[in-house]
């Protein structure tokens, strides 16, 4: 499955020369974006296709993966998910030895989905900068999904970067409370369109609740207060779900976003850090820290078995 999507990936990256192009590094995303095209990172959400393997960590990074997250929903035998049963504490010690790889093999590690225990103890592991993807603050939504401050405070000693999301539970309370309502009502959700429509039917029923576009201006300043503004970014996750911010519908909204927070007082160059920049500069140093990495320690093929079993 994870090959057919790279396939997929590739073929639309290739099927539109004129409006995308696939970036390996961050001198591509550079390149590509002076160029007025789209510059396309491949990513994997979840290490389950890794199978529990640090050699597929190379494989799909020679097919062009530059950022895994390390868990989706569920936790997997060697981290543990936010959404996921909490089986490990965070990390195992095969899970601690798969981040040290893809620090050598110059993979960014992505620690949105993962439970506050994997965060913390990624931080600790890995010699370069980490990203959430797609995530938002615990002190503002307490949603499982969110970052806590002890974590946000870290970032500094990590130069990482929160990519606040655009997803309406991670950013409103009110939100949040009526989605936990929907799951309880049917936990046999199984597919996106069936949460659609059981979101839209709920909807109908008790009346819309929505996220704004100042809510999620409120997460990007918290974690710009909490961790400085070296160390968020937009990771906005326009994934199908109905009744997105209000303002924030699709990607014509980004202006909208800017301009609110241009009439909060954010300056040219604190909007171009949000941009963008310090995503790149994570990109960059994941791939000198790999270089030097790559000088000293050869590839990694331990097993989970021989790791996780001496514990």
Do not use: C
Request: glycine share 8%; no cysteine; hydrophobic share 40%.
């Amino acid at each position: 499955m994870q090959l057919e999507q790279i396939d997929t990936a590739r073929r639309i990256i290739d099927t539109y020369p004129d409006t995308f192009e696939l970036a390996l590094t961050a001198d591509d995303i550079e390149r590509i974006f002076s160029k007025g095209k789209i510059a396309s990172l491949l990513g994997m959400e979840g290490g389950y296709g890794l199978n529990n393997s640090l050699g597929s960590i190379r494989e799909f990074y020679r097919l062009g993966v530059r950022y895994m997250t390390l868990t989706h929903n569920v936790t997997l035998d060697w981290a543990d998910a936010a959404l996921g049963e909490q089986r490990h504490g965070g990390l195992t010690a095969f899970g601690r030895e798969l981040v040290r790889e893809m620090n050598r093999t110059g993979m960014m590690v992505d620690i949105a989905h993962t439970s506050p225990a994997t965060m913390r103890q990624t931080l600790d592991v890995t010699r370069a900068p980490v990203i959430w993807s797609h995530a938002a603050a615990v002190a503002l939504v307490d949603h499982p999904r969110n970052v806590p401050d002890d974590v946000l405070l870290r970032l500094p000693e990590n130069s990482g970067v929160v990519m606040v999301t655009f997803i309406p539970s991670f950013l409103s309370k009110e939100v949040w409370e009526m989605e936990e309502n929907l799951w309880a009502t049917d936990a046999a959700i199984e597919t996106v369109r069936e949460y659609r429509e059981i979101w839209r039917a709920y909807d109908a029923e008790f009346g819309a609740v929505r996220a704004s576009i100042n809510d999620v201006a409120d997460h990007i300043e918290h974690v710009r207060d909490i961790a400085g503004i070296d160390h968020v970014g937009i990771g906005s996750d326009f994934w199908g779900m109905p009744d997105m911010p209000t303002g924030l519908e699709d990607v014509s909204g980004f202006p909208r976003l800017f301009a609110v927070l241009i009439q909060r007082g954010w300056s040219d160059e604190e909007l171009r850090k949000l941009a963008g920049e310090k995503l790149l500069r994570v990109t960059r140093t994941t791939e000198v820290v790999a270089y030097e990495l790559q000088q000293d320690f050869p590839p990694s093929d331990v097993t989970i078995s021989e790791l996780d079993t001496q514990q």
